[in-house]
């Protein structure tokens, strides 16, 4: 099948309403649909929560009869196993759509082209991969998790002009300005796990919760919607006070660790935290998979050096976001990443620079690992 202005104008049209999806439909894709008949839009919608109807269930019913000969624009191929919700390729067979067109298949192994196999038996034309990589750009955590058993990681960090993270004497709040800190907020809303270390913890005390105000939040319409990531502490030695500040707050916490004492797990426990014991030590790619398990689909570190420069180390990393404020904090402050072992030019962490922009007063960097470019 070619596609035509038009097609590439709905399916444009069907990955914004997808974005307006970003921070709430976790563990879920985002997912828009738009269904058009004779040049014209007759019905959409997007998913807003797992457990809410799917994007063209939505389109479908603010379509109507309209819906009978029209072609569906789905930014993800329609589902056809009975999830939380009925397969939509039903929906869309019962309503009479003639055309079915995907931005991409999708990498759920109970659909992977499934969905688009059963339309076309039922004689429904169909196609896939108009506007492949605009779709991919909205999940990446989804695909890796369904293609790999591993989340999407970004991993983010403020640092002075001179590449500074804190001062010598561990203090840190604020590096960046207003602005910069807002954007974090917002990259923890669409994140399903915020991941920090013990030694962030002891320092600076933080929340790690998501603080924004409803309307600056995507799609977030009630503070229902409002969905906290999971907060997770990386602790091998179960160091973490029992008054730390990220204990006491709404949303769900995670600690990790391989050696705490057992009367302070079971008060952990007790007061609601789950508590995850790995053998041997944390290793980033078992924390990460383990992760992945509970339907983690994007995860942001937000730590300092030691956890950073480990999980660069490990792997483990996608993204890296660094936020670079106009200033300088000299040489006796700490660096941004421990990576030991790095002792020649050779040995060079190589990154691509993505994107790179001013927020308020302070410079926003993004990069990737290798040579993948989703974000
Ligand atoms: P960190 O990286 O947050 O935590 C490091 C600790 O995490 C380790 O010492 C280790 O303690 C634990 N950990 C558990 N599993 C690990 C693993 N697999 N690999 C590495 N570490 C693991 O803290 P930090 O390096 O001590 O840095 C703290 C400083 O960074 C503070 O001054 C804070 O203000 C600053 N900070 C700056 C930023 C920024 O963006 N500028 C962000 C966050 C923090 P155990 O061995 O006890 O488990």
Redesign the pocket.
Known sequence: MTFDLRDHEFMARAIRLAWKGLCTTDPNPRVGCVLAKSGEIVGEGWHRKAGEPHAERLAIASAGERTRGATAYVTLEPCCHHGKTPPCTEALLEAGVSRVIAAMDDPNPLVAGKGLEILAEQSVEVASGLLRSDAERLNPGFIKRMTTGLPWVRCK???SLDGR??MAS?E?VW?TGADARRDVQRLRARSSAVV?????VL??DPSLNVRLALEQLPGVEAADDLRQPLRVV????L?IPEGARLLSLEGPVQIFHSRGDADKIRRLQDAGIAVVQLEGG???PEVMQALAKQEINEVLI???????G?ALQAGIVDELIIYMAPHLMGHKA?GLF?LPGLEKMADRVELQVQDIRKVGRDLRMVATMGATVIR
């Open positions: 960090l403020a640092m993270t804190a561990g840190s590096i920090t270390g013990i030694g962030t320092a600076d990386l602790d091998s030695g160091r944390l290793d980033l937000e730590a300092g050096p030691t956890l950073a480990a700490r421990h």
